[in-house]
């Protein structure tokens, strides 16, 4: 199973070696060689994935003497968990849907006006209060059950 995940890490460590390489010797890369590498990338990583998928499952079903000795979750129980992390993730959402337009709004603004920054940044903290107020309730909530 080690070697699985080392393979999966094989293509983070040649990206990042790759990217430190290109800092320290800038040069124009051709197209083709670039598609050639995130390909290479990426059939790694699946492949890392596939094979952590297929060996994980093994040792998941010989682990079931384990699970049966954990205390049990009810439906109810699980539900309830459900129900508490829906706040943190509707939250969320709704706070990268008011991210978007906001940042954007933000950045035409600092081009022309450099000394908006920092009321820009506060609309910015205001969009993001959302998740945070979804984060606390969802706390608040687990110390319920």
């Known amino acids: 199973m080690t070697w699985v995940i080392a393979l999966m890490g094989v293509p983070v460590a040649a990206t990042l ?27 790694l990583f699946g492949l890392g994935v596939a094979g952590v998928l297929l060996m994980g499952v093994q040792e ?20 309830a968990l459900l129900g508490i992390g ?17 940042g954007s ?17 506060v609309y910015m903290g205001l969009a993001e209060g959302i998740a945070i107020y979804g984060l606390v309730m969802s706390i608040l909530l687990l110390g319920k059950l």
């Open 60 to 79: 998941v079903m010989a682990a079931e003497t384990a699970a049966t000795a954990a205390r049990e979750i009810t439906l109810g129980q699980g539900l």
């Open 86 to 102: 829906l706040p943190t993730g509707l939250a969320a959402i709704a706070a990268a849907m008011a991210l978007g337009p906001i």
């Open 17 to 43: 070696g790759v990217g430190i390489w290109l800092m320290l010797k800038p040069r124009r890369v051709s197209a083709g060689w670039l598609k050639g590498g995130l390909l290479a990338n990426l059939a």
């Open 105 to 121: 709004a933000s950045l035409a603004v600092i081009a022309e006006k450099p000394e908006m920054f920092g009321r820009t940044l």
